[in-house]
């Protein structure tokens, strides 16, 4: 004899409306389509060991999903927060020390020919009150490739499509110099601009230049 749920699921119109939509679409993320099609059988009256069986899953995901959404509706659906301790660092935090260790020790008057991690970590904790570690800094730069070629003795950018090879932090930047002067040369010369048409206003601005220009269009 079939179990039936304690956690009985009744839609309404809109609610119906949306867990078809996610259902069906092929471009959502596989989890919401899953949900949804939990539910939707849920309310159909299907147990939840015929559901598990139809869509592909364990029945105690099935149990999960009807009891959320028998809760609170269609926010019963969505993930919970996760648990742990939140990020010490923010964002900002991170961005000063990638923008210290790009910068010559010299620039900051540290008599230093190259910066370490533990170098980097005291003189963020000195100079922003930024109390990161040596290792959480090595991470960081570590999750740029680029970055963490300029901070090793042998370090080296290979473009192997046009057999270029940059050694040694003073070379790497300014072969990104280079490229960086290639690709505004490009895009000035094969996208000069872009127009934007806000009511009867025509603004233009280059995509590369320093000037910008506006003009008025009345519209035909």
């Known amino acids: 004899m079939p179990v039936i749920s ?7 119109a809109g609610e119906q ?22 539910v939707l059988a ?26 959320r959404f028998a809760a609170a509706g ?7 927060p996760r648990s742990g301790r939140p990020p010490v660092f923010t964002a900002a935090d991170r961005a000063e020390a990638v923008a210290l260790a790009c910068a010559l020790p010299a620039e900051s008057g540290v008599p230093l020919a190259r910066w370490s991690c ?16 040596a290792s959480t800094i090595g991470r960081w730069l570590a999750a740029d490739a680029l970055l963490a070629s300029l901070f090793t003795p042998d370090g080296a950018v290979r473009i192997p499509h046009v057999n270029a090879e940059s050694a040694g932090r003073e ?15 490009f895009v000035q010369t094969t996208h000069p601009g872009t127009i934007r048409l806000d009511g009867n206003t025509a ?4 995509t590369c230049a320093s000037s910008a220009a506006s003009a008025t269009a009345a519209r035909s």
Do not use: C
């Not at 304690?6 to 309404?12: G, K, Q, S, W």
């Not at 269609?74 to 919970?80: E, Q, S, V, Y």
């Not at 070379?171 to 040369?185: H, K, M, N, P, S």
């Open 6 to 12: 304690p956690y009985r699921v009744a839609l309404t």
């Open 17 to 38: 409306s949306v867990l078809m939509a996610r259902a069906r679409s092929a471009r959502g993320p596989h989890r919401d389509r899953l949900r949804a099609q939990i």
């Open 42 to 67: 849920a309310a159909a009256g299907s147990t939840n060991m015929a559901i598990a069986t139809q869509v592909g899953v364990h029945v105690d995901t099935v149990r999960k999903w009807r009891r």
């Open 74 to 80: 269609l926010a019963g659906l969505k993930d919970a």
């Open 118 to 133: 533990p170098d980097l970590a005291r003189e963020l904790a000195a100079r922003r009150q930024i109390a990161a570690s």
């Open 171 to 185: 070379e790497i930047r300014a072969g990104i110099e280079r490229l960086q002067a290639l690709l505004d040369y």
């Open 203 to 206: 603004s233009a601005a280059p």
